[in-house]
Structure formats: C-alpha cells, structure tokens
C-alpha cells in the first residue's frame, strides 16, 4: 500500500468509513497521493491535526475536484497506558471532551480556503483511544510515557462546513452584537476564542470595530449577519 506507513490507526479506520464500497484508497492524484477518490470523484483528504499542512496539496486538487476535508474531534478520549512489554497498565477515560470549536486550533493555516466552492470540511465527533507506552521516552510531561496511536471508537456524528455562512453559524447566540475574544470564550468558544476570531475575522467572517481598553472588539461582517447564530 501506497503512503501508508506513518498513518496512525485513527486515520486508516477513518479512511475505511469514507470509502465506502464504491471508493478507492490511495489514489494518485495531481501529482499527490488523495486518502479517497469517492465514486462521484469527490476528493476525501483525512487529516488529524494541523490542517494547514495540507494547504498545497489542496491548492493543487481544488484546480479540477471537490474536496471533503475531514478532522476528527474527541467528544470522548479513553486513555491506555501499556508497559514496554504491551502489559495492560492502566485505562481510564479523559476528563476533557472536545466541541466543534476544537477545529480552529488547527485552522489558521487554512483561512483563506474557508468558503472555497470547492471544499467541505466535515467535523467528524467521535470517541478515540489513545495508547500510550510508558518506556522512558515520551515528553515530561507525561512523565516519559509516550503517545504510541490513536484509533477511532465510535462515531457520533458530523457537522459540516461549506460557506461563510455556515462558519458564521457558529458564533454563539448569546453573544453581544460587539463582543470581545474574552466574550466569546464565555459564550462558548473557550480556550479556542482567540483563535477562531482570528481565523474568522482573516476569512472576513468577521470584522474589527474597535477596542475596549487593550481588547479587540469584533462583530460579525455584512454579508453573513443576517444569519441565525449557534443557540
């Protein structure tokens, strides 16, 4: 198999999902290797993280396909820590579960395609085990245990992200008209707010108009305000 040996298992079983029967895998592309090739010649690029990564490629496939950009987010990550030999150490379930907004940590990249007629960014929710091996070798911040794979558990859903409109659709309802990055933390977006404002307000989904003390004050642009906010 083609471009496969560095994939975790997270991105091969999501591989399998959006293939289906009628897709192949690991087609050649535009000079690229695309994860699927649909059987309606929809383009499927599975990224885990660092979406921008994938920007030239993507330049390159927009040019004659329609792209389906998918990034799985854990509403549930289950934590399993082996000892070197593969001995089952310890398996508990994370205290974090992420939300949509998770998306913009690994957005920035990609601002200027947001809105693309040629692309969709499908948000996969899922639950995810982690294996972790605890050899000496990993970060100190976990104390030496590294990250071995991620693979998926189950799925529960999918939201999607064709147009500026559907981007803008996930400012908050709660929100002021006028609202800061601290506002739009409180509302919802948590630790994400500053990087979604910043990824929105570059994609023109939102605009600057003004500052409150040494904060930037934002609101939504024209040419989306007249959409219903996220409840």
């Not at 999902?17 to 897709?23: F, K, N, V």
């Not at 002021?176 to 990055?181: I, S």
Request: proline share 3%; glycine share 10%; hydrophobic share 35%.
């Amino acid at each position: 198999m083609i471009n496969t040996w560095n994939e975790s298992l997270l991105h091969e079983e999501l591989k399998r999902h959006y293939c289906g029967d009628a897709g192949q895998t690991e087609v050649p592309l535009e000079g690229s290797i695309c994860d699927v090739l649909c059987g309606d010649g929809t383009v499927v690029e599975i990224q885990i993280a660092q979406l921008g990564k994938l920007r030239k490629k993507l330049d390159r496939l927009l040019l004659h396909h329609r792209v389906k950009l998918v990034h799985p987010v854990a509403r549930n990550k289950f934590l399993e820590t082996r000892t070197r030999g593969g001995r089952l150490k310890s398996r508990r379930k994370s205290p974090k579960h992420d939300t949509v907004y998770r998306v913009f940590a690994e957005l920035t990249g990609l601002w200027s395609l947001l809105g693309h007629p040629g692309l969709e960014l499908e948000v996969v929710f899922a639950d995810i085990l982690e294996t972790r091996v605890a050899d000496g070798t990993g970060s100190w911040r976990r104390k030496g245990v590294r990250i071995e794979d991620r693979s998926l558990m189950q799925i529960h859903g999918t939201e999607t992200f064709r147009t500026l409109e559907d981007w803008a659709g996930l400012l908050p309802a709660s929100l002021p008209d006028e609202f800061t990055v601290k506002e739009l933390a409180a509302a919802g977006a948590g630790i994400h707010a500053g990087k979604m404002a910043w990824t929105l307000r570059k994609a023109c989904v939102l605009e600057l108009c003004g500052k409150r003390g040494n904060q930037f004050v934002y609101r939504q642009a024209s040419r989306t305000s007249t959409l219903s906010a996220r409840p």
